[in-house]
Each structure stands twice: as structure tokens, then as C-alpha cells.
């Protein structure tokens, strides 16, 4: 019998976990990228994101020493050196990509992919046309920041998150637009540079939708470190001058800095893609799926922003997962899980770092649940560290013990979370991780202390 035929357009987290699942399944597999495996997850978003919040942590990091009986030490920053640190980590990962795809046996091309008809593709690239005939494609040309109509990013006042890795200068008074998770990711990123920052909040609390405990948390410390927080307020202009930028604000309140920083969400890149050659439908540029990550059209699937489910790199790469596993027919045989955007694990990249998963205590509104909190000012670990800022917070059934979710304030966050993530998919209780023995000293045995 013939390999099944995948054509997958994008090589982000969601096309390149798709192609080495599936040519691990025995499929062929094409993977047409445009610009650079990995994808804008790679390029512009997770990896360089984090690679500055690295870098500036390492700065706070130091700063700590002082009262741990360590002479004070200032790093400066070096512009040019924190470029070429982010572009080896970029090729480091795209390198090992490619060779692992490649040793797979997929066929990588470089070129735009657009939809022909319902299993016809085709691709442009710098040696002319070619044209892919395919079982199962997979859509997967993620997202991009969204630029609002009132302003025109230029690249050296006004930037867009792409921008910014690292701008040619520390600005000296950065004024971030948007106070979602990448708006409070760069806040803490430029603040660590020594930039003085304004954030403009358009809701009461940053990182509206989050438990309020926790964002007030976050909102604390961005005082503490003289964030100027410019709440209840929606930009809605911007005037560009040689020496700044003034950004004018609904409420008539304008905030003045040396450049600005948009933040505000993402949209689709579904525009060049032929949906309607094949048939598929789309909503506001985004393509629907149903719990097996299929478009209208059912050979065609769907994985990572495109979708419109969860905006995270790890859900992208799970969604291209499952569509390999689904498309070779492995639910045939053996048991199928669909995904549950809910139990997503996610983080955001703040000092204090912030974690959730689940329910949230905000979000059990009806609902009979149990929380128990602990804060890591009494966990040994973390007054070693000389960060006991924060708490852990365990929501679960109160007539099963069955953890629903959880939130994690504080260092190491994103890591300890994963414990969480674990017990809420495979539905364990709060006596498993009670009865867990975590080595000691660690910041996991504060999970077991809320579990108690
Ligand atoms: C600043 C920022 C930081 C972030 N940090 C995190 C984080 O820490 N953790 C996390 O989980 N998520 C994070 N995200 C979200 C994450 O980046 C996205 O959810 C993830 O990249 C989505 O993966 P994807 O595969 O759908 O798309 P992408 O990573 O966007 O990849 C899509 C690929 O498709 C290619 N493409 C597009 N059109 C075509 C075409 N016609 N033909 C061929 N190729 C095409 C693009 O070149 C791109 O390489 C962050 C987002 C932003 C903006």
C-alpha cells in the first residue's frame, strides 16, 4: 500500500511536530516553510522573548547577591553581544530542526504555500513553481501582531514586538501599548535593561482574564520597580517626534517616552492561503476546527494560531501531534485522546514569574471547589534564593480531591507548574501529590504543602 501523502504549510511548532510524527507514522511528508523552521515561535516570539528575559533575569539575578553577603556587581548591557546571543540560540534550534526533519526523510521546502484546490497545493519558491497532489494537508501558517489602524509602527520610535530583539538602542522611556502577556513580558524585559517604562492598561488589572490575586501581585511588583501604570486608559493615537513619541490616550491622559511598543494581540495569516479554493471556511481570518483538529473540508486540517484555540507554542505542537496521530488512523487501534484546551499549562515570563493551569479560583464562580494557597515565604528553598515572593495556589474538588488547576506566583513558576499540569490531566488528587516525596530543599515541596 502507498505512504499516505501529507502537504503541510508552516513550519512553526504546530507544522514541524506534525511532519516528524507523522513520517515517524510512515507518511511522506512535504513541509513547505517560508521563511525559517522553527517559525515565528522561533524567529520572533517564544525563543527571543525569552532569550531577553534570560539575560535581563541574569542582571536581577545579580542584584539579589547584596543580601546574600555578596560584594554588589552591576552588568552592563551590551547591545550587540545580547543580538548575537538570541541569533545563536535561533540557529542552534533551527539547525537541530532541520537536521532531525531531514534524518525523518521530509521533504523541506523553502517557499509560500497557497491552496489550489481541496488536495492541491502550490508552492513559490526561488526556483520557480511546484505543485504538491496530497492525501492530508495541514494548515499551520500561525499568527502576527496586530498593528491597529491608528498607528504605523516605523520600526525606530514606534515598534511592534518583532522589532524589538533587541532595538538598536535600551530605549530610554519605553511606553508598551497593552497589558496581556506580551505587553507584561516586555515590561519586565526593558525594566531589567534600565529602560524607564509606561504601561497603558486599557482594563483595571493587568493581564485581564487572570486570577485578580495573582495579577495584583505582578501589578505590586511593577510599582515596586517604578512602573508608571496608566490604567482604564485605551490608546488610541500616536504622535512621532525625532527625540519621542507621545501616546494619546481615551481618557485624555498621554503618556511621553522615547518610543513606544505595541502589544496588542495577534491576527491570522490566513490572507495569501486559498481557503476558498478549497473550500474551506474561515471566521475573522481564523480557521475552525472540530476536536480532531479538522477544517470544513475533512482532509484538510488545522494546527497552532490559525486555529484561534489557545495562542501557545506548546498547544500548537500538540494539535500538530494529534493531527499526525489522527490522519494515520492510530485512533483506530488504540485509545484517543482529544485535546483539552482548558488544561492547557501557560506562564508568563514576569519577576515574579506567574503559572496557571485549569480552573482558576476567579474562574469557579457556581462552583463548589476547595483552594489552598501557601506562600513560599515559608518554604526554606526559597528564602536559600532570596526570593520568597509569591504563592501556590491548588484549586480541587472538594468531594473527590481531584485537582481542577492551580496558580504559582513566584520563582521558578513555569517549571514547578508542570507537576500541576500533570496531576490535573491525569486527574490525580491532592493526597497523590501530598504523598509525594520531593527532595528537599526544593520549591516543589511547597506544592505538597498546599496539597496537605
Ligand atoms: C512576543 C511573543 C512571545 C510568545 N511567547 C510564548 C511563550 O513563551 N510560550 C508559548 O507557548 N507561546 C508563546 N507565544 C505564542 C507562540 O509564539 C505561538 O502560539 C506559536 O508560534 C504558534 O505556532 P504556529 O506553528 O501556529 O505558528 P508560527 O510559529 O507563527 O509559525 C508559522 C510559520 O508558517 C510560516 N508561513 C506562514 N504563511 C506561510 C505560507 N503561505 N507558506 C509557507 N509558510 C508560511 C511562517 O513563516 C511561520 O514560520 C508568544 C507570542 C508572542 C507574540
Not at 513553481?129 to 494537508?137: G, K, Q, Y
Not at 490522519?327 to 506562564?347: E, F, K
Request: aromatic share 4%; net charge negative; proline share 5%.
Amino acid at each position: 500500500m502507498r505512504a499516505l501523502r501529507f502537504c503541510i504549510v508552516g513550519g512553526g511548532p504546530a507544522g514541524n511536530s506534525c511532519a516528524s510524527v507523522a513520517a515517524r507514522l510512515g507518511a511522506e511528508v512535504t513541509l513547505i516553510e517560508k521563511d525559517i523552521l522553527g517559525g515565528a515561535a522561533n524567529l520572533w516570539d517564544c525563543i527571543p522573548s525569552k532569550a531577553m528575559i534570560a539575560a535581563g533575569g541574569v542582571m536581577s539575578f545579580v542584584s539579589r547577591a547584596t543580601g546574600m553577603g555578596l560584594d554588589p556587581v552591576t552588568p552592563t548591557m551590551d547591545l550587540a553581544g545580547l543580538r548575537e546571543y538570541i541569533e545563536s540560540t535561533q540557529r542552534q534550534l533551527n539547525e537541530s530542526l532541520s537536521q532531525m526533519l531531514e534524518s525523518q526523510g521530509v521533504d523541506i521546502v523553502e517557499g509560500s504555500g497557497t491552496l489550489v484546490g481541496p488536495r492541491e497545493v502550490v508552492a513559490e519558491t526561488v526556483d520557480g513553481r511546484r505543485e504538491f497532489t496530497a492525501d492530508v494537508i495541514v494548515l499551520s501558517t500561525g499568527s502576527r501582531p496586530r498593528v491597529p489602524e491608528w498607528c504605523v509602527p516605523d520600526g525606530r520610535r514606534v515598534l511592534t514586538t518583532r522589532q524589538a530583539y533587541p532595538p538598536p538602542e535600551v530605549p530610554q522611556h519605553l511606553v508598551i501599548i497593552g497589558s496581556g502577556v506580551t505587553g507584561v513580558e516586555f515590561v519586565h524585559m526593558f525594566k531589567s535593561f534600565g529602560s524607564d517604562v509606561t504601561l497603558v492598561v486599557s482594563r483595571q488589572q493587568v493581564l485581564p482574564g487572570k486570577d485578580p490575586e495573582v495579577a495584583a501581585l505582578l501589578e505590586e511588583s511593577f510599582l515596586t520597580r517604578k512602573v508608571n501604570l496608566y490604567k482604564g486608559a485605551r490608546a488610541k493615537a500616536i504622535d512621532v517626534q525625532d527625540d519621542g513619541v507621545a501616546v494619546h490616550c481615551n481618557d485624555g491622559r498621554v503618556a511621553l517616552g522615547s518610543h513606544a511598543l505595541l502589544a496588542v494581540g495577534a491576527i491570522p495569516n490566513s490572507e495569501q492561503l486559498g481557503l476558498e479554493a478549497a473550500g474551506v471556511e474561515s471566521d475573522g481570518g481564523y480557521v475552525p476546527i472540530d476536536h480532531n483538529c479538522k477544517s470544513s473540508v475533512p482532509h484538510i486540517y488545522v494546527a497552532g494560531d490559525l486555529s484561534g484555540k489557545a495562542l501557545l507554542s506548546s498547544v500548537a505542537a500538540m494539535q500538530g501531534r494529534k493531527i499526525a496521530e489522527h490522519a494515520m488512523g492510530l485512533h483506530r487501534n488504540r485509545p484517543h485522546r482529544h485535546i483539552d484546551y482548558s488544561q492547557a499549562a501557560s506562564a508568563v515570563f514576569t519577576e515574579p514569574e506567574i503559572a496557571e493551569v485549569g480552573l482558576t479560583e476567579a474562574e469557579a464562580t457556581g462552583r463548589k471547589i476547595r483552594v489552598t494557597k501557601m506562600p513560599f515565604s515559608v518554604t526554606p528553598k526559597a528564602l536559600i534564593n532570596n526570593d520568597p515572593r509569591g504563592f501556590l495556589k491548588l484549586v480541587s474538588d472538594p468531594a473527590t480531591g481531584v485537582v481542577l488547576g492551580g496558580s504559582i506566583v513566584g520563582g521558578q513558576a513555569a517549571e514547578l507548574i508542570s507537576v500541576v499540569a500533570l496531576a490535573v490531566t491525569a486527574r490525580l488528587s491532592v493526597s497523590d501529590i501530598s504523598e509525594t516525596l520531593f527532595a528537599h530543599p526544593t520549591l516543589s515541596e511547597a506544592l505538597g504543602d498546599a496539597a496537605e
